[in-house]
């Protein structure tokens, strides 16, 4: 796997996955419920904690105990989004521990270059907190917003979901390469 994409064989698993979690607590309007969630996938603590410079979140495993820690100053929805990509880490590289420098503007169309197990923990946690169908649904054509209107959209859309505004109009901009590749299958 190159370093600056998924594979699709970890994006099939990835979405799978989140699919599962979805049905599992029942998540079909936003925002999702972490302690649905915690009620539901046992053996999670999570806590605020003081992290070095630089890292947003941790997963700490412990036998079939998993320890999250975000950071203890970060916004809610920094740290929903830091939760979320820890729980990936659990999902996804199980038995390992994980200190995480996450990046707020991953998009599936136009990753970073990450280290691969943190992309996919970014692409986890956007389809666990913003589901690209969930989104869908709810937003109307992209081509018909303004730059301020877009930035207004997404704003709301954000406080919606739980998650910062950039994470937001990365995510409508994965929307609209959705919408533009899902258009191109039908020509």
Known sequence: MEMDKISVNQENKIIATVSYVHNRIGFFNPPFS?????ELFQGYQVLAARLPQGYDGELLSRGRDRIIRYRLAAREPTSRFTIAHEIAHSFLHHGSNHRC????????YEPPKLNPKEMEADYFALELLAPIPMLNRM?????????????????????????????????????????????????
Not at 34 to 38: N, P
Not at 141 to 165: R, V
Request: net charge positive.
């Open 34 to 38: 972490f302690t649905h969630f915690f």
């Open 101 to 108: 420098q996450i990046s707020r503007r991953f998009r599936i």
């Open 139 to 187: 937003v109307p054509p992209l081509k018909k917003l303004s730059g301020e209107k877009f930035g207004e959209t997404a704003s709301e859309l954000a406080k919606i979901f739980g998650i910062n505004t950039i994470t937001m109009q990365g995510r409508l901009r994965d929307l609209a390469q959705y919408r533009r590749c899902d258009e191109a299958e039908w020509l």
